[in-house]
């Protein structure tokens, strides 16, 4: 057990019940849409963006801010946070906009998981 480990679902906020849900951070169900809305965002986007996106989910690095369209990113140096939604971020790749930044993926699946 470390301090990072959660007893509700990161997903929905319910109450987890097993002790590999409480590892994971989210519940059973929550996992598996979470995984098929990773599947069908998997023929859109690079198999790399699509790893760094499930990375940063399963490390509770994405977090809903408003409904679950908006989300707060924390930078892979865990210095800054982001905000992001699929169709933007405002990390500095994303304000580029020259290619949809692993933060919009995360969002993108977090949006079709809901
Ligand atoms: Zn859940
Ligand atoms: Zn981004």
Not at 3 to 21: E, Y
Not at 47 to 67: D, S
Not at 93 to 106: D, P, S, T, W
């Amino acid at each position: 057990m470390t301090a990072t480990q959660q007893t509700r679902c990161r997903h929905c906020g319910r109450t987890l019940r097993s002790l590999k849900s409480v590892a994971a951070g989210v519940g059973p169900t929550c996992a598996r849409k979470i995984r098929k809305a990773t599947a069908a965002q998997a023929v859109a986007h690079k198999p790399q963006a699509i790893e760094k996106a499930v990375e940063l989910i399963e490390q509770g690095g994405i977090l809903p801010l408003r409904g679950r369209r908006v989300f707060a990113v924390v930078s892979s140096d865990g210095t800054r946070t982001y905000k992001t939604a699929a169709q933007g971020c405002t990390c500095p790749a994303g304000l580029k906009g020259r290619h949809v930044c692993y933060h919009r993926v995360a969002a993108e699946i977090l949006g079709l998981a809901a």
